[in-house]
């Protein structure tokens, strides 16, 4: 039998202050009704900020820094400071016209789910303590798994975003097949790098190789560096394939790296972080199939699956191969219960204490259903495409460099001169008007367009094709 958390009868009068610290209930009401009143108010007219300020380091300091405050302050004013000040001073990822690095297109019922968890201070480390939101990050992690068409049986845990999620793969993967060489490329995400450099690899277990010229992983190159390392004595454990890369969105031939790694018993690590939500159309899965031959995938549902910061996936498909490299029984944990079904997330990663990320997930899940995740995603989708064309319109201008690849294009004037696509990002964004960033491939300076926001219309597109073109330098 489940037992309800109480809701309170008027007779039961309270014994105990409700705040730790003596804020008195009525003021608690008022202050959180004011902070929701604050964000849905900036929500509703996000269109009039800028899409990115960024500030002056002592102007900012002077504004919110101050003596240690000894006795309280205006709790009104200092939230007004946070929302008007510290908040104002950031890029608003959640913009219509913020097309740059990866947009934050977040969604408000999965912003409900983080309050209430973060009120309710709520744990998910053991089972025995959190039997609750523990079953509630199974449901978000399994949903989450059809949704994106990985295989029945896949686990996973949620952690704060991509660069620890590929991390918490890549230590699962070095416990089970030990240490050897990594395979990825000049298009893997530079976290990446650095988490394997964390990890303590050696610079000759990191094998970084050159991408094709659709910025692809070449599985001849990766076939050769495979053989090669084999021939100079080193032992092959792991290829790091990108589905969907930062810079273009491009794939990595999934299937044949799977393959391989079947052939070579190396793990099969993708790095879905960016692309892997444009599973949930049917034409966004074609596109990555493949992806779901992973042994670890990460995803961040922060980026384009509508939630709040603060959220990555690592999926694996060997079962208990988490729980293998994480677990830990001290005396101290020793009264946790086990049940069968039952899990203690506290053993699938690093972290011990844990926030509840699955509460914004499984909210928001259930609030929009799957169906509005799926036009929401497809829509980013035909937002690049329909920039691709716009940029193909105008051929005295501009050069197409990679095709619209689910949500991203690159581009670039034509005859481009160094510094010139840095220059004008920076005037777009000085208006306040956008936020595009350039990138470099390889060599090559690019304009850079990520459309994953729903609420982008085409007309924010064409305006800020139109405005970068403006402010090239004569
Ligand atoms: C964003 C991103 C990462 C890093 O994720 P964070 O959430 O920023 O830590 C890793 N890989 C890819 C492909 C990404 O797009």
Redesign the pocket.
């Known amino acids: 039998m489940l037992k309800r958390n109480p809701r309170l009868a008027t007779d039961n009068k309270p014994v105990y202050a409700a705040d730790a610290l003596g804020m008195e209930p009525e003021e608690m009401r008022r202050l959180g009704h004011k902070v929701v009143d604050l964000v849905v108010d900036r929500l509703l007219h996000k269109q009039t900020e800028p899409v990115l300020v960024a500030g002056e380091p002592a102007e900012l300091m002077a504004a919110l820094g101050g003596p240690l405050p000894e006795s309280p302050l205006d709790a009104d004013a200092s939230i007004e400071l946070l929302a008007e000040i510290a908040l104002a001073y950031q890029q608003h990822g959640d913009h219509p016209r913020y097309f740059a690095r ?1 947009p934050g297109p977040s969604s408000f019922a999965g912003v409900l789910g983080d309050w209430l968890g973060t009120g309710f201070n709520t744990i998910c480390a053991s089972w025995g303590g959190a039997s609750g939101p523990a079953t509630v990050e199974l449901v978000a992690i399994e949903w989450l798994r059809q949704l994106i068409g990985m295989p029945d049986g896949t686990e996973g845990v949620l952690v704060s ?4 999620a ?1 991390v918490t793969g890549f230590l699962a993967a070095r416990h089970e097949l030990g240490r050897g060489v990594s395979y990825y490329t000049d298009q893997t ?1 530079s ?2 790098h650095r988490d394997l450099v964390a990890m303590g690899c050696i610079d000759e277990h990191m094998h970084k190789l050159v991408s094709n010229d659709d910025y692809c992983m070449s599985i001849e190159s990766l076939e050769a560096a495979v053989a090669a390392d084999k021939a100079a004595g080193l032992r092959p454990v792991m290829v790091i394939a ?1 589905a ?3 810079n273009t969105g491009a794939v990595d031939p999934l299937h044949e790296i799977a393959d391989l790694c079947a052939r070579e018993g190396m793990w099969f690590h993708v ?1 879905a ?2 692309g892997g939500p444009a599973a949930v159309t049917a034409d966004g899965r074609e596109y990555l199939a493949g992806m779901e031959r992973a042994d670890s995938l990460v995803l ?1 549902p ?2 384009w699956l509508f939630q709040p910061y603060d959220l ?1 996936v690592c999926m694996v498909t060997r079962p208990g191969a988490l729980e293998k490299c994480y677990a830990m029984s001290p005396e101290y944990l020793k009264d946790v219960q086990t049940a069968t079904g039952a899990v203690n997330f506290g053993n699938r990663s690093l972290e011990l204490t844990r926030k509840s990320r699955a509460l914004k997930l499984w909210l928001s899940l259930r609030t929009y259903g799957a169906d509005k995740f799926r036009a929401a995603v497809q829509r980013g989708i035909d937002l690049a495409e329909f920039a691709e064309a716009e940029i193909r319109r105008d051929p005295g201008t501009w050069d197409l460099v990679t095709p619209a690849q689910i949500g991203v294009v690159t581009f670039a004037f034509r005859d481009w001169k160094l510094g010139e696509h840095a220059a004008c990002t920076k005037a777009v964004t000085d208006s306040g008007f956008a936020c595009v960033s350039s990138t470099m491939l390889r060599d090559k300076s690019v304009l850079r367009l990520c459309t994953i926001n729903p609420l982008t219309t085409e007309s924010d597109i064409s305006e800020t094709i139109r405005r970068l073109a403006e402010a090239r330098p004569a």
């Open positions: 990866v975003g991509g660069s620890i590929n995400h976290s990446l990108t969907g890369t930062t790095d972080a960016y961040d922060h980026k990555g």
